[in-house]
């Protein structure tokens, strides 16, 4: 079975300081992966990485069965991969379902289905009675379900979480919680059974 995530001697360094360090990882798909370790140890420079927003100085790495090189197929796989990253690049004089629908026309999703998803999302993260407020009015738990709902909107097969409930109440915390391990083990909108993974990287 392809592996959501395979690195091979993956490092980063910045000048002189060495951010990641021959990572070795394997993990598997449909699975929650948790990746602990005090301030500074790398976690947030491996997850942009992974997702493709900054190159490794060494090593390799596959995800979803796909090397991601800077080739054509690592956009492919960026279609596929969700993420929460850990400072939120949110847009402030939007609302949060101006926003969603902007993310979900990114992905090039059909209208129809980024209504659908939108609703069922807001309605997930209780954001449904916030309507009328702009992202700039948000709470910052509220900013951070508003990324985690942007993040599934393209009903990804692989999900990043930068700390993913860092401000997010106890409730929320829990539906989200519960709604990754569905997703990890049933498909949602797109239909391939048992193939969705996650990662997330919490605090120690
Ligand atoms: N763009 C950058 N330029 C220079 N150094 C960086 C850069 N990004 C991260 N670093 C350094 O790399 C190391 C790892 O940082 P990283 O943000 O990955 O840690 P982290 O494990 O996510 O920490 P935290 O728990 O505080 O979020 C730190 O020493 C940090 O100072
Ligand atoms: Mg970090």
């Given at each position: ?11 980063r360094r910045f000048g002189n300081l060495c951010a990641v360090d021959s990572l070795d990882l394997r993990v ?51 279609r596929r991969i969700g993420v929460v990253p850990e400072n939120l690049a949110l847009f402030d004089n939007l ?93 949602w909108h797109r239909e391939i059974p048992g193939q969705r993974s996650g990662i997330q990287r919490l605090h120690?």
């Amino acid at each position: 079975m392809t592996l959501a995530i395979e690195t091979n001697a993956l490092t980063r360094r910045f000048g002189n300081l060495c951010a990641v360090d021959s990572l070795d990882l394997r993990v598997e798909r449909s699975k929650f992966y948790g990746f602990l370790g005090p301030n500074g140890a790398g976690k947030s420079t491996t997850i942009k990485i992974l997702t493709g927003l900054l190159a490794p100085t060494h090593g390799s790495m596959r995800i979803l069965g796909e090397t991601m090189d800077g080739s054509e197929k690592t956009l492919e796989i960026k279609r596929r991969i969700g993420v929460v990253p850990e400072n939120l690049a949110l847009f402030d004089n939007l609302r949060a379902r101006e926003y969603l629908t902007f993310i979900g026309r990114m992905y090039l999703l059909p209208i129809s289905t980024v209504r659908e998803r939108c609703q069922e999302l807001l309605t997930m993260m209780n954001l449904e009675n916030e309507e009328k407020k702009l992202v700039i009015e948000y709470s910052h738990g509220m900013k951070k379900k508003l990324a985690l709902a942007a993040a599934l909107i393209p009903n990804p097969d692989l999900l990043f979480l930068d700390e993913p409930f860092e401000g997010v109440d106890a409730v929320s915390s829990r539906v989200s919680h519960r709604y990754g391990w569905l997703m990890a083990r049933e498909p949602w909108h797109r239909e391939i059974p048992g193939q969705r993974s996650g990662i997330q990287r919490l605090h120690s």
